[in-house]
Structures are given as structure tokens and as C-alpha cells.
């Protein structure tokens, strides 16, 4: 959390503002308020005898209220004002907006920028989507037209999450102008992508900030400095050690990490053009991996961040959100299970429609009626604690084996007999 008091007044020089002086700061941020890795157990709430209660999808995230965890990832689902109004109406917990910077100009975009790995059916058009590969930037539209649009979704839905995905050059002053500009609007949070893949790497943009833990700090140091609402780091997992950004992040006052974004990847190369996909103007470049094969390896970094988060932050109020291949409830389970707040869906949207919440929220409750689970900090976290080193995991087995060979063996004799147990040594001399 940024150390605020004193009203910080800062000069932008942009887009018409010119010279214009505003306020920063100086506002504290909105109270916080996660339980973060602690320990659960399910219970039913019995309304009377013999009925239980409908499961509570509804989440506190860093005192953002949700009527359920599942946010709209960053990326196409949060292009313009319709599609995320769509996103407001067919039930959403949140919105995150596609990631804006100042200058849209300078984002270019080319076509074909997505690829998709199908399973089944000999890889043909009919198989089912498993991979999706992009190569898109950022938003293109002009940040106003984007501001704008914010505006107009907080006045239509003022008890609706709306979050602004934001990415810059390393310039403090370009950072502040951002964070001020959207928080202007009545956003109600802000992530910041520190970890798209592609594209801008000669503007320090992106990955290029996340994967590099010295910027990293400096940068979130400035932005925390200024932002007046939650702020989650959104980390790369093109990096050997994700916990190491994730905790910068958090030293540097981020309220909160959200993580993955899309893995490098090469979709693949034609076998009869020889050349690679996507493939423009004959030729590609490395791009973003998203979809159901990113999942395993979402969970994998997810659980190194909420370890590292339990050990390390556990006593502060900082909020997880993962992202990863989820298309179903109990993906979403799996996330929360291992302590996430909230689970993003970008790509899933992309292929199943904004109406996928609500089968999202439909499968989540199932899973929550059969462990008799009635709110999602009944079970946030109860499986990370299974998660151990591959020497304990020796041990353990070698363990296990020496008890049920002590138990098929049982007493051989009297003379073994101890006295300890004496109900188990009693069990052991019985024949089956
Ligand atoms: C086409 C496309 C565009 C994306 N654009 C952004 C973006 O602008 N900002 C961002 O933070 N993440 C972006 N992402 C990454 C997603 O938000 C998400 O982190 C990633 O795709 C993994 O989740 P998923 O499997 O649910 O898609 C994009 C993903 C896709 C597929």
C-alpha cells in the first residue's frame, strides 16, 4: 500500500490537458479485506431441518464487493463500452479492461495475430480448441475514446467492478499521467500488465518491466506512490522464479498479484508452406499461449505465489487472481482451492460467450453443495497445504509402506506385544 498524506500535485502535458494541474493523492485507499490462507472447514448452513442453504458465490476482494469471482480477463472481452456492458449484464463479478496506454498510436497491430492448437480429429478445423496463440498488442483506440467509455459504464453500473488494465513506457511521468487519468473516470481498481509478451520490448514495456525485478520495483514504486485505489500486478510466467516479481511487487505496495499472462509459444509451422503461424506476410514471431493447455501450468505458478504469499504476506490483507485456461466451475475450484480471491477468463469469453458465467457460477455452486462448502472462504486455500517437496514425498511413502507392512504382519507372537496401541496390536492378531 502506497504511503499517502500529503496532496501531490503533478503537471501533464498531453492530449490537451497541457498545463493543466491536478491533485494526486493524498485520498487513502478503500480498506482492505482478505483472510488470506486461513485455515477453513466446510459447513452446511441448514435454513431448517433438512434444507441447506444456496452456496454464496459473492467475494470481498481488497474491499471490492462481487456478486461472484469470476472477472473478465484483460484482452479482446474488454475491447470497448458494449462488450463489457454485455459483460455487466449477464453477471460478471468484474471487468478488466483491455490494457490502455497514452499513446494508442503507437500500437500497431497486424493480421492474421491469433493461431489455435485443436486436439482431436487430426488437429483438423473440427477438433476442440485446447491452445489458442495470439500475437495482439494492446488497445489501439484512442485512451479518451477508452476514458470515456469507462465513465459512461460507472455511471450505468456504479455498484459494478470495472478495472483499468494499464501498461507504459519506463517514465515516471508518463505513469503518473496514466494512473490519474484513469482513476479519474471512477474506475475502481487498476492492474497493471507487467508481463504482455510481445511487442515493445525496445519501449521497456510489458514483460520487459516483469521479468526484470530491479525496474520492476522502481516502476511500482512510482505507481504506488500516486494510485488512490487497489492496484494488482499482473506477472509474466516467462520467467524462471515467478515468486520473485510477485514479492517485489507486493513490497512495493501492490495490494495485489494476479498471474498468469499468455506463455511464449510457437503455434506451429505449416508443412506445406513451411512457413510458421500465425503467418504474416510469410513470416511470424513468437507469441502469447493462452487456453485449456495453459491451465497445468496456470495452477503450477499460482501455487508457487499463493506459497509464497502464505509464508511471507500472510498476515497482510493481499488478494490473489488467477488466470489461466479456466472454461468450467471446477477449473475456477482448483484456482480458489489454492487461495486465489478471483479467477479471470479471457480466452474461454473468447470462445464461449459472456453467457459462460453463468455456467461458470452454476458448476462452482455444484462443486461447493458436494463438500458442503456455503462461501468461498470456506475453501479458499484448504488444498495448498498438500503441496510439498518430491523428498518429503519419499519419506512419506517409504512411511506409508512400513505401516501397512506392519499392519498386514501383525503381532507374530506374544512376545510382541507392548501394550501401546493395544487395540490396533489386538486388531493385527485377528485372521481375515
Ligand atoms: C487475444 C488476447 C489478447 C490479450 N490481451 C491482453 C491485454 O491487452 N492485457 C493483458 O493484461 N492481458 C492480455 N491477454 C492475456 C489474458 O488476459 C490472460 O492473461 C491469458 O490469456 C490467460 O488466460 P486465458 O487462458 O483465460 O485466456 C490477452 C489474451 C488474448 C488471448
Not at 107 to 133: D, E, F, H, M
Not at 252 to 281: D, F, H, K, Y
Request: glycine letters at 10%; charged letters at 25%.
Amino acid at each position: 500500500m502506497a504511503s499517502l498524506g500529503l496532496a501531490q500535485r503533478i503537471r501533464i502535458g498531453l492530449d490537451g490537458n497541457s498545463g493543466a494541474e491536478f491533485p494526486m493523492m493524498g485520498r487513502p485507499r478503500r480498506s482492505l479485506s482478505s483472510n488470506y490462507g486461513r485455515s477453513r472447514v466446510g459447513f452446511r448452513i441448514m435454513a431448517s431441518e433438512g434444507q441447506s442453504v444456496e452456496p454464496d458465490l459473492s467475494v470481498t476482494v481488497n474491499g471490492l464487493k462481487m456478486p461472484n469471482p469470476f472477472v473478465i480477463g484483460s484482452g479482446p472481452p474488454g475491447t470497448n463500452y458494449t462488450v463489457m456492458k454485455r459483460a455487466f449484464d449477464e453477471g460478471w463479478g468484474g471487468v478488466i479492461a483491455k490494457t490502455v496506454s497514452l499513446e494508442a498510436d503507437k500500437v500497431k497491430n497486424v493480421t492474421p495475430r491469433y493461431a489455435k492448437l485443436r486436439a482431436g480429429a487430426n488437429g483438423s478445423a473440427k477438433g476442440q480448441i485446447i491452445g489458442w496463440q495470439n500475437i495482439e498488442l494492446i488497445s489501439d483506440r484512442p485512451l479518451e475514446t477508452m476514458l470515456k467509455e469507462f465513465r459512461q459504464l460507472k455511471k450505468e453500473y456504479p455498484d459494478r467492478i470495472l478495472i483499468a488494465s494499464i501498461m507504459e513506457e519506463y517514465n515516471k511521468s508518463a505513469w503518473e499521467e496514466l494512473i490519474y487519468r484513469v482513476e479519474e473516470t471512477g474506475i475502481d481498481a487498476i492492474e497493471i500488465n507487467f508481463s504482455c509478451p510481445h511487442g515493445m520490448p525496445e519501449r521497456r514495456m510489458g514483460a520487459a518491466v516483469g521479468q526484470d525485478c530491479d525496474l520492476l520495483e522502481e516502476v511500482c514504486g512510482w505507481i504506488n506512490a500516486v494510485a488512490t485505489v487497489p492496484v494488482w500486478a499482473k506477472m509474466t510466467p516467462n520467467i524462471t522464479d515467478i515468486t520473485k516479481p510477485a514479492r517485489v511487487s507486493l513490497d512495493q505496495g501492490c495490494e495485489g498479484v494476479s498471474a498468469i499472462n499468455t506463455i511464449m509459444s510457437v503455434m506451429g509451422i505449416n508443412l506445406n508452406t513451411l512457413r510458421p503461424e500465425p503467418c504474416v506476410e510469410g513470416y511470424s514471431t513468437p507469441g502469447g499461449y493462452s487456453a485449456k493447455a495453459v491451465h497445468p501450468i496456470a495452477l503450477a505458478k499460482v501455487m508457487n505465489i499463493a506459497q509464497m504469499m502464505k509464508s511471507e504476506f500472510g498476515h497482510k490483507d493481499y488478494s490473489l487472481s488467477a488466470i489461466g485456461g479456466v472454461e468450467t466451475g471446477g477449473d475456477a475450484a482448483e484456482f480458489i482451492l489454492l487461495g486465489a480471491n478471483t479467477v479471470q477468463v479471457c480466452t474461454g469469453v473468447m470462445m464461449h460467450g459472456y453467457g459462460l458465467v453463468k455456467t461458470l457460477c452454476s458448476e462452482l455452486k455444484d462443486f461447493m453443495r458436494k463438500h458442503n462448502f456455503s462461501s468461498i472462504e470456506d475453501f479458499r486455500g484448504s488444498s495448498l497445504e498438500y503441496f510439498t517437496t518430491h523428498t518429503d514425498l519419499v519419506k512419506r511413502q517409504q512411511e506409508a509402506i512400513r505401516q501397512r507392512k506392519a499392519i498386514k504382519k501383525g503381532l507374530q507372537s506374544d512376545k510382541d506385544w507392548t501394550g501401546d496401541g493395544f487395540v490396533q496390536e489386538t486388531e493385527s492378531m485377528v485372521s481375515n
